[in-house]
């Protein structure tokens, strides 16, 4: 997972210092246009799915390894990588599974942006005071979407793994159907994790390689 987040890191920054770099010499040419800035941005959203759809395979193997530890398999380092012998499926579910979560975000969550903005511009004097409170419903609304979509898909990866001929939506559709009436349960047991969680951020995550088996 240290090396997935690495790597991941990594590579965004050297993209976006390169956009950035770009960006500077425009300016300094005067050439910098509002198009630029679109095909820029555009230029990014695909590098970072990109970046996303290569990587995938290996917090998904990192996942396998303790379920196959805990089955009492065999296992070795090549096993963090082992996602890659079945890449475009576990890939291509893992991608889906993302869109899935950012496509009920923006569901939900659009239309309160564009409710507070059309509410803002309507009343100035109450939009200053508002802002700060509809931005942080707005965080809550994103969150508590995150959270109960991320527990109906938590099952998925493990379902990869013990069912080899389901893939994409076929496989998010059984967490779903698995998960279905056990999901304030999953709640209530990643609860139990917060405290850990905060203590393994203080000590800069080093905690985590403890933790992260029990997760």
């Known amino acids: 997972l240290l090396l997935y987040q690495s790597l991941q890191v990594i590579l965004n920054l050297i993209f976006v210092g390169s956009l950035l770099y770009f960006s500077d010499l425009q300016i300094a040419t005067g050439t910098y246009t509002f198009s630029s800035f679109i095909v820029l941005l555009i ?4 590098f970072a799915i990109a970046i996303s759809f290569m990587l995938a395979p290996m917090p998904w193997s990192y ?3 303790f379920l196959r530890n805990k089955r009492g398999e065999r296992y070795g380092f ?35 942006v564009a409710f507070s903005a059309i ?18 419903v707005g965080l809550v609304v994103a969150d508590i979407i995150i959270i109960a979509k991320g527990i109906s898909y938590c099952l998925t ?23 279905k009436g056990h999901k304030w349960q999953m709640f209530r ?14 000590t800069l995550n080093i905690a985590f390689l403890w933790l992260a088996p029990y997760m």
């Open 189 to 202: 047991l990643t609860l139990t994790f917060v405290g850990y969680s905060m203590i393994s951020l203080i």
């Open 119 to 136: 509410f803002c511009m309507s009343f100035p004097l109450l939009g200053i005071i508002a802002k700060p409170i509809l931005f942080f």
């Open 43 to 46: 230029c990014t959203c695909i």
């Open 78 to 112: 090549s096993s963090i990588f082992s996602g890659y012998k079945d890449f475009f499926r576990v890939a291509g579910t893992s991608l889906l599974l993302s869109g899935y979560i950012v496509f009920w975000v923006c569901y939900f969550v659009l239309p309160f």
């Open 157 to 179: 990866p493990y379902i990869l793994y013990d069912y080899p001929n389901l893939k994409y939506d076929a496989a998010i559709e059984l967490s779903k159907a698995m998960m």
């Open 63 to 65: 996942q396998i390894l």
